[in-house]
């Protein structure tokens, strides 16, 4: 196959370090292919024509000379028992990336090619062994940060993402099976009362498939982490409040107005999920250059912000630019923190601001709460179980938005009385989005772009 960037050549016999690069105690060398067994035999002091599947021999590899490169573990994993479906071989080697490359060299040199990124899971795919969901929860599961994102991945590579767009198509097989019937016999006509149950059916078919949709929202978050926002006026203790969320001496705190003059981003965790926290200039009127493009970054740090963190100064009353502020915040994801309530005389006001927390970023106190605040705000649709099955891949939500939008296009047929040729067709773009998630009806581009993501060696 030759798809864009990358080619993929199926009869090849492929290689790759499987392992991390870097120090370790042992690499494995995967060799891929339909001559994976008797590329093995060559550079292996011991003959492996007649060797089991998953059996581990011990023995030396050698270079074209005969010299041993290593002392080795070798695995062959044979009849289409192996994660991509081909004959196998695995070579677990010393650590240390000078061996681990002479054996791989020493595998090229005998007419394996090296793995483009990916490969091992395209081939897996090809031959069966996973659907596109899976293989791409693997680079999931690779490159997870968090215990969400892990569990996410984790169900899609056990098929549970899977199993839920089968059960979607098998739903609709019937449905096309008797709108397929009625364009080859359509002067049969479909019955009055067969119509209404079948629109009822896809309907509510239609609804489930639109809460498996609302949760990309939530595999949004999960797999790329939210960005909050710090803001407000100078002086009212931004800094010193990222320093103590972090719980670390990150950004200058001073009590000259104007201090932070550029965006500081820090990331943390919180309740297992990752946080990118900004902390900004204080926003006022000023003509001071550099004063004024910090400002600018600001507001449009603000913008971009899934969360806004408005901090007010609890020991002062509410000035203009706090006001400005407060009209100009985004009211469905902003927290208001009420900040320095440990000096004498703080209270909070009355603002029209769904969440607000009082807090001292000097003494920490509130902090707990607010980090809960903060939680709440981010779950507003709710926390998922780790049960549920979320989407959390791009190409998945835009497969199912586009299926939803041909199954409505069905029932509207449906209803308005359309003639059968244009309801089957939009039947059938339905069930080929859905295909599209699985993989079974997919144009090389796609699969390139998606395979091409992965790292060498999987
Ligand atoms: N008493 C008290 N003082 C605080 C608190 N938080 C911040 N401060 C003080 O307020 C002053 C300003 O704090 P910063 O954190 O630099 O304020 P900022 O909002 O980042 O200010 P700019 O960077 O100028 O926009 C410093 O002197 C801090 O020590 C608090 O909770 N209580
Ligand atoms: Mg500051």
């Known amino acids: 196959m030759n798809s864009g960037e990358y080619s993929y050549e199926e009869e090849d016999t492929i290689t790759a370090i499987a392992t991390p690069p870097g120090e370790g105690a042992i690499a494995i060398i995967r060799v891929s292919g339909k001559n ?7 550079l292996f002091s011991r003959s492996l024509i007649h060797a089991e599947s998953h059996r581990a021999y011990y023995g030396k590899v050698t270079d074209a ?35 681990s490359r002479r054996v791989l060299a020493r595998v090229v040199e005998l007419g394996a090619r090296l793995a483009q990124p990916g490969e091992f899971s395209f081939r897996a795919f090809l031959n069966g062994k996973m659907d596109l969901v899976q293989a791409e929860a693997i680079q ?3 490159s997870a940060k968090n215990e969400f994102s892990l569990d996410a991945a984790n169900h899609q590579l056990i098929g549970r993402l899977s199993r839920e767009v089968e059960r979607f198509q098998k739903r609709l097989f019937d449905s096309a099976a008797v709108l397929e019937a ?11 009362t067969s119509v209404q149950e079948m629109c ?32 407000g006026c100078p002086n009212v203790g931004k800094s010193c409040l990222m320093n103590s969320l972090l719980e670390k001496d990150r950004a200058i705190v001073t009590d000259i107005a104007g201090t932070t003059r550029d965006i500081l981003e820090e990331t943390m965790r919180l309740n297992g999920l990752n946080i990118r926290l900004t902390d900004t200039a204080g926003i006022r009127e000023t003509d001071e250059i550099v004063e004024k493009e910090g400002i600018r970054r600001s507001h449009n740090a603000m913008v971009d912000a899934d969360l806004v963190l408005l901090v007010l100064d609890a020991s002062r009353p509410l000035q203009e630019q706090d006001h400005i502020l407060l009209e100009k ?42 980090r809960k605040t903060i939680d709440s705000v981010i779950w507003s649709q709710g926390c ?68 091409s993501k992965f790292c060498i060696g999987k």
């Open 36 to 42: 994976a067994l008797q590329l093995a035999d060559q």
């Open 65 to 99: 000379q005969g010299q041993a490169i290593d002392h080795v573990l070798l695995l062959p994993m044979l009849h289409g028992r192996s994660f991509t479906g081909e004959d196998t071989v695995e070579i677990h080697c010393h650590g240390g990336s000078l061996i």
């Open 140 to 142: 999931d599961l690779i």
């Open 182 to 192: 009625w364009v080859d016999f359509p002067e049969e006509g479909l019955e009055f």
């Open 200 to 231: 009822k059916d896809l309907l509510s078919l239609k609804e489930e498939m639109k809460i498996l949709l609302d949760t990309f929202h939530d595999g949004a978050l999960i797999h790329e982490g939210v960005s909050i926002c710090l803001v």
């Open 329 to 370: 915040v985004p009211k469905d994801r902003c927290v208001l923190v009420w900040n320095k309530m440990d000096v004498e005389g703080a209270k909070t006001m009355d603002v029209s601001l769904p969440h607000s927390v009082a807090v001292s970023a000097k003494t920490r106190d509130g902090l707990q709460n607010l």
């Open 384 to 451: 998922p179980s780790k049960d549920e099955v979320v989407l959390t891949n791009l190409r998945h939500k835009e497969a199912l938005e586009d299926g939803i939008k041909a199954l409505g296009a069905v029932v509207e047929g449906l209803q308005s009385d359309l003639s059968p040729e244009f309801i089957t067709s939009d039947m059938r773009r339905c069930l080929i989005c859905l295909g599209r998630i699985l993989g079974s009806d997919i144009t090389e581009d796609i699969l390139s772009a998606i395979f």
